[in-house]
C-alpha cells in the first residue's frame, strides 16, 4: 500500500525542506527499520512529529505502538476538523511544502498497564526474565544473583512464575531451603530473599502488580491493520505510569525484547512489521547497569532485520548513549535551548552528528529553528545518511489533544481486545503448586507426630503393666512336703551338732531330753 501522503510509493512524507521549504523531505519505508530519533526541548513540537510520523506509517500499512505520555495522543482516533483553532495554521503550512490537508481519524487501540483507560496489558514474572526484573527493583549484583536462582529453580521444578504472588511464594521457598540450594548454585542470603520480598512490596503497593499475570499480551495483537489496510496505532497510556519511571521503562524494553526474541528473521523488508515509539526515552537509561545498556544496545543492532522500527523520543541526543545513538539513522531535531555551558557542549555534540549541509551552519540552526519546524537527516539510497536540512514538519491529520471519557471508552467496547484481555485468569502455578507441597508435608508431619505418639502411649502402658504386674514363680514340682520337713530335720540336726560343741550348748541339749522324756 502506498503512502497517499506524497504519492510516492513506499515513502513518508515528513515535511518542507530547503528554500521556502518546498523540497519534499521523505523517510523511505526499507529503510525506516535503521531507526530514529526524535529530539528537543519542551514545547518545540516533539509530541506533533511523533503524531504525524504515526500517521503516515499508518497510512503506510504499517502497525505502530508510541506511549501517550501527556494524554494529548489519543486524538489520533479523532479526525482533524476545520473549526479548530490551529486549522488556518495548518492550512498555511501545507500549502507552503505542498500537499492537501486531508483531515481524517485512524485505527487506536487503547492499552493501560492498570486497565483503566486502555485494555489490560499483561506480562509474567516468566516472560519479563530476572535481568528486567532486577532492574525493575533496583537489585543489587548479590540480589540480582538469588533472583536468577529462584527463575532457575523454578524452571527446573515445573513451577510456572505467571503472577506477583507466584514469584513471592518462590522466593520463600527459596529462603527456606537456602542451604541446599547454596551448595549447587551459590551462596543464597536470607537477607537478599527478605531485600527482594520488601521490593516486591513496594511494587505491589505501588499497582504494579497488575502489570503480571495472564492472559499475557500477545505481540499478534499488536501488529494489526484494519479493514481498509491502515497500520494499527497503539497507544499505551503512560500518564500515570510515568509516576514510576522505572516501571514504565523496564515494562516497554520488555516489549521492545520480546518483539526482538519471537518475530522471525526478514532481512530488509519493504517497510517495517511495527514501528515502535520509546517516549521519554532517557528513562531508559538513567543509572542503568552496563548489562542492561549492553542489551539495549543489542537490541537495537539486531532487531531491524525482525522489521521493527525503532524511534527513541527525548529532549537531548545526549540522554542516549553514543553506542546506541550510532544505531539511529533517521534523525528528526528539534529545537534545543544552549543557556549554559553544558548545554552549548551538548549543542556543538548535536550539529556533529549531522551530514553538514553548505547552506547554513548546523549549531545555528538546531538552535534557532521555530516551532513545528526541525532540522532533519534522513536515509537516502543505500542507507547513506541524506545532507541536513531544515524541515518544517506536514500538520496531523487527527486531532490534536486529548479524547473525552466517553469517547474512549466508546473506542474500547467496540475493540475485540476487550473480550480477550479483559477478564484477567488465574492458573494453576507456583504459588499453587508450593501451597499444596507445604499442606502435603504438613500432613505428613502430623501423621508421623500421631504415629510417634500412639507408639510412645503403647510404650508406656506396657511399661506400666510389666511395674504393676505381680511375679510368678513356678511351683518345683519335684519338691514335697516333708522332703521340706527333712530339710528343716536336717537344718535343727546341724544347729544342734554345733551347740554340742559347746558346755552351754550341751546342758541346753541335756535340758530338752529330759523333757521330751518326762513328757512321755
Do not use: C
Amino acid at each position: 500500500m502506498a503512502d497517499v501522503v506524497d504519492g510516492q510509493a513506499n515513502t513518508v512524507f515528513v515535511g518542507g525542506g530547503g528554500t521556502g521549504h518546498a523540497s519534499p523531505q521523505t523517510l523511505l519505508l526499507k529503510y525506516a527499520n535503521r531507526h530514529g530519533l526524535i529530539a528537543g526541548a519542551t514545547g518545540t513540537g516533539k509530541t506533533v512529529t511523533l503524531q504525524t510520523l504515526a500517521e503516515s506509517l499508518s497510512l503506510a500499512g504499517v502497525p505502530v505502538f508510541l506511549a501517550d505520555v501527556k494524554g494529548d495522543l489519543a486524538g489520533l482516533s479523532r479526525a482533524g476538523s476545520a473549526d479548530g483553532k490551529l486549522h488556518q495554521a495548518f492550512s498555511e503550512r501545507a500549502s507552503q511544502i505542498g500537499i492537501s490537508l486531508a483531515y481524517q481519524a485512524f485505527p487506536v487501540t487503547f492499552w493501560d498497564v492498570w486497565g483503566k483507560s486502555g485494555h489490560p496489558v499483561r506480562t509474567t514474572p516468566a516472560e519479563m526474565g530476572p535481568l528486567l526484573l532486577s532492574r525493575l527493583l533496583d537489585l543489587t549484583d548479590v540480589q540480582e544473583g538469588v533472583m536468577n536462582i529462584a527463575f532457575r529453580v523454578a524452571d527446573e521444578q515445573g513451577l510456572a512464575l505467571l503472577d506477583l504472588k507466584d514469584l513471592q511464594a518462590m522466593l520463600v521457598w527459596v529462603g527456606q531451603n537456602a542451604a541446599d540450594l547454596s551448595l549447587r548454585y551459590g551462596n543464597v542470603s536470607t537477607a537478599s530473599v527478605g531485600a527482594i520480598q520488601r521490593a516486591l512490596l513496594v511494587l505491589e503497593n505501588q499497582g504494579g502488580d497488575s502489570l503480571f499475570g495472564e492472559p499475557a499480551l500477545e505481540l499478534a495483537d499488536l501488529i494489526r491493520q484494519d479493514a481498509s489496510g491502515k497500520g494499527m496505532i497503539n497507544i499505551l497510556a503512560a500518564d500515570k505510569l510515568m509516576q514510576s519511571p522505572r516501571l514504565y521503562a523496564t515494562f516497554l524494553l520488555w516489549l521492545l525484547s520480546e518483539l526482538f526474541e519471537q518475530l522471525p528473521e526478514v532481512g530488509d523488508p519493504d517497510r517495517p512489521r511495527i514501528a515502535f515509539f520509546f517516549d521519554e526515552a532517557h528513562l531508559l537509561f538513567d543509572d542503568a547497569p552496563k548489562a542492561l545498556i549492553e542489551k539495549v544496545e543489542q537490541v537495537a543492532r539486531l532487531i531491524r532485520s525482525k522489521g521493527v522500527s525503532v524511534w527513541f523520543v527525548s529532549q537531548n541526543p545526549t540522554d542516549i548513549p553514543d553506542a546506541i545513538l550510532g544505531q539511529l539513522g533517521n534523525r528528526i531535531q528539534h529545537a534545543l535551548r544552549a543557556f549554559t555551558a553544558k548545554d552549548q557542549k551538548a549543542l556543538r555534540m548535536a550539529a556533529q552528528n549531522y551530514r553538514a549541509n553548505p547552506d547554513f551552519d548546523t549549531a545555528d540552526a538546531i538552535q534557532n529553528v521555530g516551532t513545528g519546524e526541525a532540522v532533519t537527516s534522513l536515509l537516502e539510497a543505500k542507507g547513506v545518511p541524506g545532507v541536513v536540512q531544515r524541515t518544517l514538519i506536514r500538520p496531523p491529520f487527527s486531532s490534536l489533544g486529548p479524547i473525552s471519557d466517553a469517547e474512549r471508552a466508546q473506542i474500547m467496547n467496540a475493540s475485540p481486545m476487550g473480550l480477550k484481555y479483559g477478564q484477567a485468569v488465574d492458573r494453576d502455578s507456583a504459588h499453587e503448586m508450593l501451597a499444596r507441597k507445604a499442606e502435603e508435608a504438613a500432613r505428613a508431619v502430623a501423621r508421623a507426630e500421631a504415629e510417634a505418639r500412639e507408639n510412645d502411649a503403647l510404650f508406656d502402658m506396657t511399661r506400666d503393666e510389666y511395674r504393676n504386674a505381680r511375679r510368678y514363680k513356678p511351683r518345683d514340682e519335684g519338691r514335697t512336703r516333708s522332703s521340706r520337713s527333712d530339710s528343716i530335720v536336717e537344718t535343727f540336726g546341724k544347729s544342734l551338732a554345733r551347740q554340742l560343741g559347746t558346755k552351754s550348748g550341751q546342758a541346753i541339749v541335756r535340758g530338752v531330753l529330759g523333757s521330751l522324756f518326762r513328757g512321755r
